[in-house]
């Protein structure tokens, strides 16, 4: 029903082709849909065109669909490739069916109004049609693009961890491949192994984004971003729970190699951490080992002394932490919410206990060195 005067006004709109391009380049113009794009008025032009052209003729009933969709699927590819936000495209794509339905009411006039309300829904369904096929490759592209950008970075961080040698040069061609400086300040997070799998996916969103360098070490899994990044670092903060040592403002990325090639030790001197710990509290582990050779039945007879204290809660072990921690007995009282005679007491029974008065340095790094010493 009414199908010869709905073909007439297609054939009338396609005839006035250049009338309903100029009123999408103003309405599109007036929104300001794309931006800062730099996209030039003559594509926006031909595209309109192409577009407006298609959709008419698709809505005709001696029209087939597949010029539709391989032009749709070409459109979406070319616009993310050139960096336009899908909203904003699916929104200019709707545009079309503005252009469309107020240039036909115009050249219809009201006796044509039946023929109107009797195909609006065709003309509906083929623009959101069209903006079905255009979402899809748009998505498609954006996801190759982001894979060949996670590969391309992939290979040179693991060249930037893995490699037994690496020069200033190396250096300067990884910064240059990842667009940073090779001084720029980081912050660096090397999850434990056992939950390598599970961080992967769950920051893989942020390194298809390039807000976030992430790369396997070994079996341990590395994400390192810039400075101050408050997005990347509300991320981080819901991975808070998983196993990792985090090294806070590590500057260059030569810095960053040597940070994440000593993981493993520290790994294996420190156990699996139950969160993320700053590098402060695991690199006592590492020394820990080492001075074992030395003082390893000292260290041994106060790590089961400070076992004891954490077995009864005694507030011996908290006021000791803290006045590592400050060096100062003042602060160490605000702390502990006691007097100041308390901590001179406390820091006394412990001496007596262990053998080692923390308010002496050399003897004091030895506790320092015990309480790395997992519980």
């Given at each position: 029903m009414h199908e010869?005067?709905?073909?007439e006004?297609i054939e009338k709109?396609?005839n006035?082709?250049p009338l309903?391009?100029?009123d999408?380049i103003h309405e ?11 996209i030039?008025?003559?594509e ?6 192409e577009?407006?052209?298609l959709?008419l003729?698709?809505?005709t ?12 699927e070409q459109?979406?590819n ?8 899908l909203?904003?495209l ?6 079309d069916?503005?252009v469309?339905?107020n240039?036909l009411k115009m050249?219809?006039g009201?006796?044509?109004l039946?023929?109107?309300?009797e195909?609006?829904e ?7 049609e069209?903006a ?5 490759s748009?998505?498609r ?5 982001a894979?060949?950008f996670?590969?391309a970075?992939?290979r040179y961080?693991?060249r930037?961890?893995?490699s037994d ?13 990842l667009e940073v400086d ?17 961080v ?7 390194t ?10 070994g ?11 408050t997005e990347i ?7 808070a ?8 403002t590590?500057?260059g990325?030569?810095?960053v190699?040597?940070a994440?090639?000593s993981s493993p030790q520290?790994f ?9 710990e700053?590098?402060?509290?695991a690199m006592w582990a590492?020394a ?10 000292q ?5 089961d002394?400070l076992n004891e204290?954490?077995?009864?809660k005694d507030?011996?072990?908290?006021t000791?932490?803290a ?11 605000q ?7 308390t901590v001179?007491n406390r ?5 007596s206990?262990?053998?080692l008065?923390i308010t002496?340095p ?7 060195v015990a ?5």
């Amino acid at each position: 029903m009414h199908e010869n005067q709905w073909d007439e006004l297609i054939e009338k709109a396609l005839n006035d082709m250049p009338l309903l391009v100029e009123d999408f380049i103003h309405e599109f113009n007036e929104v300001g849909l794309y931006g800062e794009s730099v996209i030039p008025e003559s594509e926006l032009r031909s595209t309109a065109h192409e577009v407006l052209t298609l959709i008419l003729k698709a809505t005709t009933s001696n029209q087939t669909q597949p010029g539709l969709k391989d032009h749709a699927e070409q459109f979406g590819n070319r616009r993310a490739r050139q960096g336009i936000d899908l909203p904003q495209l699916v929104d200019a794509i709707h545009l079309d069916f503005k252009v469309i339905w107020n240039y036909l009411k115009m050249a219809s006039g009201e006796e044509s109004l039946p023929v109107l309300i009797e195909h609006v829904e065709k003309l509906n369904y083929v623009v959101t049609e069209y903006a079905f096929y255009v979402r899809t490759s748009f998505q498609r592209e954006e996801a190759r693009s982001a894979q060949d950008f996670r590969i391309a970075n992939s290979r040179y961080l693991d060249r930037l961890f893995s490699s037994d040698s690496l020069g200033e040069r190396g250096l300067n061609e990884i910064s240059h491949i990842l667009e940073v400086d090779a001084s720029i300040e980081c912050e660096v997070v090397v999850f434990h192994p056992s939950v390598a799998d599970e961080v992967h996916s769950r920051l893989e969103p942020a390194t298809a984004s390039g807000k976030v360098f992430c790369q396997s070490f070994g079996t341990s899994y590395v994400a390192f971003w810039r400075t101050k990044s408050t997005e990347i670092e509300r991320q981080i903060e819901k991975l808070a729970h998983f196993p990792g040592i985090r090294f806070e403002t590590v500057v260059g990325l030569a810095e960053v190699r040597r940070a994440v090639r000593s993981s493993p030790q520290l790994f294996n001197s420190f156990g699996r951490p139950t969160r993320i710990e700053p590098i402060k509290n695991a690199m006592w582990a590492v020394a820990r080992d080492a001075l074992t050779s030395v003082y390893g039945r000292q260290i041994h007879e106060i790590s089961d002394y400070l076992n004891e204290l954490r077995r009864t809660k005694d507030p011996i072990l908290d006021t000791v932490r803290a006045y590592l921690e400050t060096g100062s007995i003042k602060q160490t009282a605000q702390l502990s919410f006691c007097h100041r005679n308390t901590v001179i007491n406390r820091i006394k029974q412990f001496s007596s206990r262990s053998g080692l008065d923390i308010t002496v340095p050399n003897q004091a790094s030895l506790v320092v060195v015990a309480l790395s010493s997992p519980s």
